[in-house]
């Protein structure tokens, strides 16, 4: 497909840096961008507001050479997901370490719909708050550095009264883990994204529980790049891999 919205020089302005599918059907893909900097180059520009996409694509219709749907972001992002078994919440990783939130009324039906000239234009007049809701991560509660790995638990867990609890009847996936350069492991619970927590200040969210990973031989923290969990009714392992091996 053409490198939609990457400009004239694309190849040099942007990239496609994350790729998933929407949901188990795999007809639907999406992707983001980013732009093509150095180290240098973005830590001159970080923190300064920069419109970003992540780009929706019907693969079965493969003479349509356009997305079916545009999803506009505040800032570019590392990685996004989608829940495995609901679509319509879709988490992405900002490079400041916070997270941004999106839970769609009705993800599929946009897609079902996007080559559809009416829907569209009155999908275009809608107030965004028609289509999705979402939540920013505050500073203050996110991680320290970008993120680098991202996993969901599977069915069946939840958080209560500050303890993993794992009951089979469960069947929704709510529960997930963050990891960073920052060595914390963040593990965080999208059912309650909007009620979690109550402080003196009012209504936040922040992750669950914190993890710190840190070396054996200085105690200093690790730079976390990629976790795996292996978890099995009430048994469970983070398998964390760090810039060192």
């Given at each position: 497909?053409?490198?939609?919205?990457?400009?004239?020089?694309?190849?040099?302005?942007?990239?496609?840096?994350?790729?998933?599918?929407?949901?188990?059907?795999?007809?639907?893909?999406?992707?983001?961008?980013?732009?093509?900097?150095?180290?240098?180059?973005?830590?001159?520009?970080?923190?300064?507001?920069?419109?970003?996409?992540?780009?929706?694509?019907?693969?079965?219709?493969?003479?349509?050479?356009?997305?079916?749907?545009?999803?506009?972001?505040?800032?570019?992002?590392?990685?996004?997901?989608?829940?495995?078994?609901?679509?319509?919440?879709?988490?992405?990783?900002?490079?400041?370490?916070?997270?941004?939130?999106?839970?769609?009324?009705?993800?599929?039906?946009?897609?079902?719909?996007?080559?559809?000239?009416?829907?569209?234009?009155?999908?275009?007049?809608?107030?965004?708050?028609?289509?999705?809701?979402?939540?920013?991560?505050?500073?203050s509660e996110s991680h320290k550095s970008y993120i680098t790995g991202f996993k969901w638990f599977p069915p069946g867990y939840s958080f209560h009264k500050y303890q993993m609890q794992y009951n089979q009847s469960i069947k929704d996936i709510n529960i997930f883990a963050t990891i960073s350069d920052d060595g914390q492991i963040l593990v965080w619970d999208c059912k309650n994204f909007d009620r979690t927590i109550k402080n003196e200040v009012?209504?936040?969210?922040?992750?669950?529980?914190?993890?710190?990973?840190?070396?054996?031989?200085?105690?200093?923290?690790?730079?976390?790049?990629?976790?795996?969990?292996?978890?099995?009714?009430?048994?469970?392992?983070?398998?964390?891999?760090?810039?060192?091996?």
């Open positions: 497909r053409d490198n939609y919205f990457a400009g004239q020089k694309s190849k040099k302005e942007k990239s496609i840096n994350c790729i998933r599918l929407v949901n188990s059907e795999k007809e639907y893909l999406a992707h983001s961008l980013i732009r093509n900097l150095s180290f240098e180059e973005r830590i001159k520009i970080i923190g300064i507001p920069y419109t970003s996409q992540i780009i929706f694509w019907n693969f079965q219709d493969t003479e349509v050479n356009s997305p079916v749907y545009v999803l506009e972001l505040p800032m570019e992002i590392t990685n996004f997901e989608f829940n495995p078994l609901n679509p319509n919440n879709l988490i992405c990783c900002l490079y400041s370490g916070q997270l941004i939130i999106y839970e769609f009324k009705d993800i599929m039906n946009i897609l079902h719909n996007g080559f559809d000239s009416e829907f569209t234009e009155k999908l275009m007049k809608k107030q965004k708050s028609e289509v999705y809701t979402f939540y920013i991560t505050p500073i009012g209504n936040y969210i922040k992750p669950v529980l914190k993890i710190e990973v840190n070396r054996f031989d200085f105690n200093l923290k690790a730079f976390c790049r990629s976790i795996e969990l292996k978890i099995k009714g009430n048994d469970s392992m983070m398998y964390v891999g760090t810039n060192e091996g």
